[in-house]
C-alpha cells in the first residue's frame, strides 16, 4: 500500500471548480488525489491544511529544543517541539507528498513555509555533526519518497525557460529544503493567467489538469515498480 501526504496550503478556501473566487492548488491536489484514488482506492491518504490551520512558526525555544539530544531534553522542550514531531511523522510515514502551493508575491505561502520550517529538523529528517569530514549535514529522509508541487499565479510565463521564470521562488524553495533532507524525485505543474480570467486561463487549466494525470500515472507505475521488486 502506498502512503499519500496531502497538503492544501492556499489562504482560499474551496477549489475554483466547485466555488467562485476558489482555489486553484487546492483544485489540482484534489484532482491529483481524486484520480489516484480512481486508480488505487485502498491507498492511505493523509490530509492537512496548512492554509486553513497553519503551524506554529519556529521560535528561540524550537531552536533550542531541537538542538538540545532527546535525553537531555527538559518537558518544555518536548512541548516546543510536539507539532513539529507530528508533521515529521506525517512526513516519514508518507510514500509521495501532495502539496497545493499557490504563488504569494513570488513565493509560498507563509503557511507552507512553516511546515516546511517543522520538518526540516536536525536529528530527524537531517543529521549534524561539526566533526565529520568534509560536509557535516546528511540526509536522514529515505524510502526514495516523491514531492509533487501543484501551484497556480496570476501571470503567466513563470515556467522553466519562461519570461519571468527569474521571479519564481516557489518551486525552488520547496524542493530545495526537501532535497537537502533526502526527497529528490520531483515533480509539479502550475496554473497560469489567473488574473486574466480569460480563454487564457481556461486553457492553462486544462493543461495543468492533464498534466496532473500524467504525474498519477507515472507515479503508480513507480510504486506499483518498487512494492513489485
Known amino acids: 500500500m502506498t502512503t499519500i501526504l496531502h497538503i ?3 489562504a482560499r478556501p474551496g477549489r475554483s471548480d466547485q466555488k467562485q ?10 484532482k491529483f488525489i481524486e484520480l489516484w484514488r480512481t486508480q488505487r482506492p485502498d491507498d492511505e491518504i493523509i490530509y492537512r491544511d496548512v492554509g486553513a490551520s497553519p ?14 539530544k532527546p535525553e537531555q531534553r527538559e518537558d518544555w522542550m518536548h512541548d516546543a517541539l510536539a ?17 497545493g502551493v499557490p ?9 507552507m513555509k512553516a511546515w516546511l520550517d517543522n520538518i526540516v529538523r536536525v536529528g530527524r529528517t ?21 514531492i509533487v508541487a501543484l501551484s497556480s499565479r496570476g501571470d503567466y510565463g513563470y515556467g522553466p525557460d519562461g519570461r519571468i521564470a527569474h521571479l519564481n521562488f516557489v518551486e525552488g524553495a520547496l524542493f530545495t529544503p526537501l532535497e537537502y533532507i533526502g526527497i529528490t524525485d520531483q515533480y509539479g505543474t502550475a496554473i497560469e493567467y489567473d488574473e486574466f480570467a480569460d480563454d487564457r486561463t481556461r486553457q492553462s487549466i486544462a ?3 492533464g498534466e496532473v494525470a500524467n504525474i ?11 512494492n513489485a521488486a
Open 83 to 99: 507539532q513539529s514531531d507530528t508533521l515529521v511523522d506525517e512526513l516519514l510515514r508518507a510514500d509521495v507528498i501532495v502539496a
Open 103 to 111: 504563488m504569494y508575491n513570488f513565493g509560498m505561502p507563509a503557511q
Open 8 to 10: 492544501d496550503s492556499s
Open 126 to 146: 537531517f543529521g549534524f555533526d561539526r566533526t565529520r569530514d568534509g560536509v557535516p549535514y546528511w540526509p536522514m529522509v529515505t524510502g526514495n519518497k516523491s
Open 21 to 30: 473566487h476558489g482555489s486553484h492548488s487546492r483544485r489540482l491536489s484534489a
Open 216 to 226: 498519477v500515472d507515472r507515479l503508480i507505475v513507480k510504486h506499483r515498480t518498487e
Open 207 to 209: 493543461e495543468a489538469e
Open 55 to 68: 503551524p506554529k512558526p519556529v521560535t528561540g525555544d524550537w531552536v533550542h529544543a531541537a538542538f538540545t
